[in-house]
């Protein structure tokens, strides 16, 4: 975690992964956000995977370094804390994310009729207004048409919510330059960022949007194929699988002395009157590249591949599980910087990753866990709406606030 944007308040109304996503980035480079749920938890604070005592490491896993507060916002006076909260004065304050519905208690009007400068980054499915989500929207961007088995019918899905992600990241980038634009001429913002578009704006940074309008065709399914380069996957003689990959005519090189193929491969070009150094001819002749290199890699077993490869400066991946990166890759241990051991209260002690950003000259604070459902209800309340304890301990017992999970 940094201080960058320390004194910065965000109050977070969110579920599931963008919206927490974007308030945990931002509380990772020192902004004090402060998400509230209904009492007793929201849609996703029991959401899988759950330890056995039944607490999500998803929900902890997407709140790190936030504050938490439990309201009953089914009530008119609980609502109205909420919207206290985020239009309390002070020129670091009046910044809400959420992705809840547009149009509720809580839109952009209403709060804005309390707090003119207001900042308001409402994460929505389609930019209509529709109801979306990430598995919902990829289905529909012609992704999982182009994953899998080549002349395979069947979609696959992939597990990553990779929409969700993008959206999540690029919310904390819209509020901060939000935020830059209230700082220079004193007028707020409601920015809506829809998944879909998020969707349809990677698909059309990658080329796709272009390659359907002006090629006339849709990617296909090409297995672990790269496209339009090479790499694909391959077995060891101990049933270890690795991915080899060869963008750029360096690596191409590299590859064909590791796997001693450079004869064959002069042979190859020699019949088919092609140059393999090109990029694309590289995937043009991608399955006559993969006949090549499989008989070296299957006598071999996966340390003498691994050492070969790495003498070479071979460009590749093991393929591993969740369990063997945490407990096998040094990426996910403490030699990285990114990886710190935390406590999370109830689930106990576990590594768990910082901010990838890194800052040459800033000196990275400590990693915080997430918070205890409702653990800060009553500071923040105090804190920021000034509001004594009396009245807090009021509100507490009357079951408009819970204080603590």
């Known amino acids: 975690m940094y201080d960058l944007l320390s004194g910065l308040t965000i109050i977070e109304g969110s579920a599931f ?66 919207k206290a909260l985020i239009c309390a004065p002070g020129p670091e304050n009046g910044i809400f994310l959420t992705n809840h519905p547009p149009g509720g208690p809580l839109n952009f009007d209403d709060l804005r009729s309390k707090r003119k400068d207001l900042i308001m980054l409402n994460i929505l499915g389609s930019h209509d207004g529709r109801p979306a989500v990430d598995y919902t929207i990829n289905c529909a961007l012609g992704y999982p048409l182009a994953t899998g088995p080549r002349n395979s019918e069947n979609p696959v899905n992939h597990l990553l919510p990779a929409w969700d992600l993008v959206t999540g990241s690029m919310a904390a980038t819209g509020i901060l330059a939000a935020e830059r634009k209230r700082n220079r001429s004193g007028n707020g913002e409601l920015v809506n960022l829809a998944l879909s578009d998020v969707g349809i704006w990677v698909a059309s940074a990658l080329g796709h949007l272009a390659e359907s309008a002006l090629l006339g065709r849709s990617r296909e399914a090409d297995g672990n194929h790269i496209y339009g380069a090479f790499g694909h996957d391959f077995v060891t003689r101990d049933n270890c699988r690795i991915m080899l990959t060869a963008l750029t005519k360096a690596q191409w090189k590299r590859l064909k002395t590791a796997m001693k193929i450079e004869g ?29 290199i499989e008989p070296f890699v299957s006598q071999n077993d996966y340390q003498t591949i691994k050492l070969i490869l790495d003498e070479n400066g071979v460009l590749w991946g093991p393929y591993q599980t969740f369990d063997e990166l945490v407990k096998k890759d040094p990426r996910c241990s403490e030699e990285n910087p990114l990886i710190r051991t935390i406590f999370q209260k109830g689930l106990g002690e576990f590594p768990a990753a910082g901010l990838p950003l890194r800052f040459k000259e800033l000196e990275e604070q400590p990693l915080k866990p997430a918070p205890s459902l409702g653990e800060h209800t009553g500071e923040v ?25």
């Not at 042979?267 to 399955?287: A, C, V, W």
């Open 17 to 82: 992964v963008a919206a927490p996503l974007g308030g945990m980035t931002l509380a990772q480079l020192g902004a004090n956000v402060i998400r509230f749920d209904p009492i007793g938890g929201g849609m996703d604070f029991k959401r899988w995977p759950l330890d056995k005592k039944g607490n999500s490491l998803y929900w902890n896993g997407l709140n790190k370094g936030k504050k938490s507060i439990t309201i009953n916002i089914r009530e008119d006076e609980g609502r109205d804390l909420i």
């Open 264 to 292: 064959a491969v002069v042979e190859l070009e020699s019949k088919h009157n092609t140059d393999l150094d090109d990029e694309g001819s590289r995937y043009e002749f991608r399955d006559a590249i993969v006949s090549l």
């Open 381 to 405: 309340i105090s804190n920021i709406l000034g509001l004594p304890d009396h009245v807090i301990s009021d509100l507490h017992d009357r079951g408009i606030i819970a204080c603590l999970s």
